[in-house]
Nanobody, 119 residues
Framework: QVQLVESGGGLVQPGGSLRLSCAAS????????MSWYRQAPGKERELVAF????????NYADSVKGRFTISRDNAKNTVYLQMTSLRPEDTAVYYC????????????WGQGTQVTVSS
């Protein structure tokens, strides 16, 4: 079965950086579109960034453009989210998502990792 395990979350001061990782297993990783979502308390889950199976054309939410970078290593079955210039409003649980090239869409989720930006 598909398993996604996030790591790298934690407490960071405003302006700081974190790198999230998501290790995937049970899937042909190179065929999946990979994404990062986040959910803050009392808010809906929102898409932060996604990257295609080929690793090109990364796409970002307007709120993180220029600050976050998504990347993938197909040899390691891992997707990353490098977060810089973090703001308190980036505080959320961050979830890894995997979507295969099928219709209708199927979504696989990790358990999430907490990111807290606070002084």
């Amino acid at each position: 079965q598909v398993q996604l395990v996030e790591s790298g979350g934690g407490l960071v001061q405003p302006g700081g950086s974190l790198r999230l990782s998501c290790a995937a297993s049970g899937l042909t990783f190179s065929r999946y579109r990979m994404s990062w979502y986040r959910q803050a308390p009392g808010k809906e889950r929102e898409l932060v960034a996604f990257i295609t199976s080929a690793g090109d054309m990364p796409n970002y939410a307007d709120s993180v453009k220029g600050r976050f970078t998504i990347s993938r290593d197909n040899a390691k079955n891992t997707v990353y989210l490098q977060m810089t210039s973090l703001r308190p409003e980036d505080t959320a649980v961050y979830y890894c998502n995997a979507r295969p090239p099928v219709w209708p869409p199927i979504d696989y989720w990790g358990q999430g990792t907490q990111v807290t930006v606070s002084s």
